[in-house]
T-cell receptor, first 112, second 117 residues
Framework: GQNIDQPTEMTATEGAIVQINCTYQ??????LFWYQQHAGEAPTFLSY????GLEEKGRFSSFLSRSKGYSYLLLKELQMKDSASYLC?????????????FGAGTQVVVTP | GAVVSQHPSWVICKSGTSVKIECRSL??????MFWYRQFPKQSLMLMAT?????????EQGVEKDKFLINHASLTLSTLTVTSAHPEDSSFYIC?????????????FGPGTRLLVL
């Protein structure tokens, strides 16, 4: 099974930086996904980390520490459109089909 | 990224009817697709894993006779909600697994909103 823990909500102002932490306990850990989900819409893929370290993609970066069971998503130069729920989802090699279990998500609110 | 479509995007039906939702991978072949359900202000809940040419695998607590899944081709999976009731009203979302070299991703369809009256 998996335990996924991420904060429920975070608020930041436009132009700021926000870091969303995610801790997990996953048997046979095989990588971690981050998705963005706007209200009423389906999730959108943001990143996939399988090795330790930081992966940067424009304003969004994702970090993984396998030994600590820890990941974070860093959102820089926040824009109003970044207001959304951010979902952390570890995957497991114990599941050959690669199914994902999602955390409850972190609601990021960007204020002017 | 890869494109996954769902049809219909909205369904309103009477209690007791069956509703079929289609999930298509538009520019790639997906041997594995997943079906999720999401109630308002709740997280995505995985319902089942759909593999092309074989029976779907359902998560604990999901009734396989009520939620029929068919993955007849490498680009199409369908979810049929049989004898729908108001408590089945939800946001149903499919995703397709894509593996390219060492990279693995799941792309989601836009979702289908089901309202059972």
């Amino acid at each position: 099974g998996q335990n996924i823990d991420q904060p429920t909500e975070m608020t930041a102002t436009e132009g700021a930086i926000v870091q969303i932490n995610c801790t997990y306990q996953t048997s046979g850990f095989n990588g971690l996904f981050w998705y963005q989900q706007h209200a009423g819409e389906a999730p959108t893929f943001l990143s996939y980390n399988v090795l330790d370290g930081l992966e940067e993609k424009g304003r969004f970066s994702s970090f993984l520490s396998r030994s600590k069971g820890y990941s974070y998503l860093l959102l820089k130069e926040l824009q109003m459109k970044d207001s959304a729920s951010y979902l952390c989802a570890p995957s497991s090699i114990r599941d050959s089909w690669g199914k994902l279990q999602f955390g409850a998500g972190t609601q990021v609110v960007v204020t002017p | 990224g890869a494109v996954v479509s769902q049809h219909p995007s909205w369904v309103i039906c009477k209690s007791g009817t069956s509703v079929k939702i289609e999930c298509r991978s538009l520019d790639f072949q997906a041997t594995t697709m997943f079906w999720y359900r999401q109630f308002p202000k709740q997280s995505l809940m995985l319902m089942a894993t759909s593999n092309e040419g074989s029976k779907a695998t359902y998560e604990q607590g999901v009734e396989k006779d009520k939620f029929l899944i068919n993955h007849a081709s490498l680009t199409l999976s369908t979810l049929t909600v049989t004898s729908a009731h108001p408590e089945d009203s939800s946001f149903y979302i499919c995703s397709a697994r894509v593996r390219r070299d060492t990279q693995e991703t799941q792309y989601f369809g836009p979702g289908t909103r089901l309202l059972v009256l």
